[in-house]
Every structure is written in C-alpha cells, then in structure tokens.
C-alpha cells in the first residue's frame, strides 16, 4: 500500500506540472495577443470543481477538476474540448480567438508543445548539473556480455564485448544501446581481443524487449556474493565467495543463468499453483565441490546476490552553463528514440503493450528518488510534447493542421467542419483512453 501511495503521489505531481506548464503555453501566448482566457484548469472539471478563484480585474477562472485526465485553457472564440458551440455563433469579437491572424493562432496552438518540449530540455539539463552522469563503459566491460538463445542465433557468444553498430561506437548500457543493436545492419564486438563483425537480421524491439532471459544483458560471474540471513541459501550453508557450478543438473557458468534456472521454476510452480520448492544446487568452495538442497520462498526470490563485479565508472560531472547544451543533446536524443518506438505502437503486440495511468505510474520509483522523479517527468514531459502535436483533431496538433491549411489555402474550415473533427477527435481520445487503461487492468488480473 505504502508503494502505491508513493508512485501515485509522484504520477499526480508530475502531471499536475506537466498540465501547468502545458497550459501555461497556450496562457502566454493568448494572453500576448490580447486574446481572452476564460478558464485556466489542472484536470476537468465535468459537473463540479475541487475549487476555483478568479483574480480581481481578470477574466479568467483558475481552478483544479476532479478527473485527473489532463488540463485545459478556455479560450474565447475557439471549438475546443468545451465544446462550447453557442459562443461560436455570436458575432466575433476582437478578443476572440478566431479574430486574430493565422500566425498568432498558430503560435498560441503550439504554445503547449513547445514549452513542454523546453521544460523536458531544462530537467535533463540541471539533472546532469546536479547529479552528472555516472555509467560503466560498454569498452570496460571486460567480462563482456550474456546472450540470450535468439541473440547466440543470429551470431553473438557469451563474453563478447559490444564495440558499436554500423561503425557508430556504443557508449554504455541502456535501451538506446539495444535499439541501436537491434535496428542495426552489422554490430562489432571484441572476441578474444579482435573485432568481429555480426551481420543483423530484420528483428522488433518490441519483441527483443519482451524476451526473457534478455537479448543481452552484463555477464555476471556465477559467484556468491552475499547471502541473506534466514533464507534458503543461508539455511542450505551457501557462503559468500561459493561458485555455483549446477542448478538440477544444467550446467552454470554465470550468474545469469542462474536467475534463468530461478525464473523456470518459479514459472513451473506458479504452473502446478505451488507456493515452494527445492532445487538442487551443486557449488564450489575454496576448490571442494559439494551439493545441496535449497527450498525456496517468498514467491521465488533470491535471497542471495551474485555476480557483483567492480567495474570503474565512468563519471561526467558539467558545470552550470556546460549543463544545458548537455540537457539539449539528451532530450534531442529521447526524443528521437520514442518517435522511432512509436512505429510498434501499429502492430499487434504493441497494442497490446498500450498502457495507462497504472503503467505511468509503474515506471516511477518505489521509493522517493528526487533524480529518478525528475528523469520520469522530463520523459513524460517528451512524450506529452510528441503525442500532443500529431495531427489529429483535438490534440494541439489537429488545430495546427487545419491552421496550416487555412495559411496555405487562404480560406477557414467551416466551424461546423471543426466541431465535428472536435467530436470525432474526443472520441478516438476517449477511445485509446479506455483501451489503454483496460490493458492495464487485465495485465493486473493476469
């Protein structure tokens, strides 16, 4: 429960501040162009608002809604989510959104986006003026990697050093490492100190992604690192400093395989609807084989930890100013990387990958963590700015497109052709809403 309160506290905050400075966008720049604002809200407020207040001498309403789906700016002389259709057919008025030029609507449409794609840029930058970044080097890897069956297919080995993917270096290890392998032509490793060269075959990153034991992960030594008191490995007299040489007779070579072994008996029990098991493990001490029997509990974690291996980090620490240009080169970078993910959003596993609100909030630490906080909401903060300028009607990215025809084609959409695209759009909106909280949902049952 204390998890739960912890990553929901974070979710709400980061939406409250992404919708603020999402709105805050459209704000100033209507209100530069002496456009009127009727309403300024942090989520809906269909019915019935948490509170509201209106400044003195002001026009608008400001308040926070009970339906945390997101935000909105009323403007004046505008078909938007209010769908306030009768003031459109009042005669237009200068303050009206729909009296000013095309240039200043458009710049008020994209006024969400852009500063949303600004405030991701400004969090990347003072998180590495903050924090820096710290990361092991793929290059000083030096036990190299461990490969799944599909990867070891294709023409990897396990102990492989991963140099780079057509001829451009991998720095270090994270999902851009793995797009950038998967989505590759030929990648070049270290094996036995010489480059090799591994021609690649159409792969998904979805599907890559997905596999278990993972397509590539560090090769961890099947060595003892500590143990838990109390627990199976404890009880069955495993050691610190003990090699693990057999899990029920399958030879282990890593600490990966390990966890593998771990993870098909678990899958095996939860199968035959069994709480426990046993495995017998068979290791060495200070060059004495011995085997054991270990029962396992707690939903088949490991009360043990292994492979630990004391590579040097690399550490880049930026000063104020070398912060931002930094921050830009990373959120550029994200950027990039989740508009090349968005092509499997159109296949089948990709929507059934579509989440919501509990897959938001799952990526959110379950601790306080104020770096991860902020890498989370510079990364939604990305992804708000993206999703918000496709072109379809009632995302920012709708109106941009019927501004742009209206700049190149000198002629307005009927406002009768806009309320409908309105509609429509709110309902391919409301629609993915569902589907996307459904799969959750089922993915919580199942």
Known sequence: METFLIRALQLILSLSLLVIIHEGGHFFFARLFKIRVEKFYIFFDPWFSLFKFKLKNSDTEYGVGWLPLGGYCKISGMIDESMDTEQMKQPPQPWEFRSKPAWQRLLVMIGGVLMNFLLALFIYSMILFTWGDSYVALKDMSYGMKFNKTAQEIGFRDGDIIKAADGEE?????????????????????????????????LSLLEVAKEDPMFVAPYQPNVVD?????????????????????????????????????GKLGAQA??????????????????????????TNNKFKVDAYGGLVNYKPTTLSYGFFESFPAGVTLGVNTLKGYVN???????????????????????FPKVWDWERFWEMTAFLSIILAFMNILPIPALDGGHVLFLLYEIIARRKPSDKFLEYAQMVGMFLLFALLIWANFNDILRFLF
């Open 341 to 363: 993910d968005m092509k499997y959003v159109f296949t089948k596993e990709g929507a059934k990958s579509v989440g919501g609100f509990g897959t938001i909030g799952s990526i």
């Open 170 to 202: 991998l720095v270090k290890f994270d999902m851009d490492m793995l797009r950038s392998i998967v989505e590759a032509r030929e990648v070049t490793v270290v094996r036995d100190g010489k480059d090799v060269t591994i021609l690649m075959p159409e």
């Open 270 to 295: 939860e199968l035959n609807q069994e709480k426990s098991a046993q495995f017998q493990l068979v290791y060495s001490r200070a060059g004495v084989r011995d085997t054991v029997q270990v029962a």
């Open 226 to 262: 500590s143990v838990i008191a109390g627990g199976g490995f404890a009880k069955a007299g495993i050691q610190k400093g003990d090699s693990l040489l057999a899990f029920n007779d399958v030879k282990l070579t890593s600490w990966n395989e390990f966890l593998d072994e771990m």
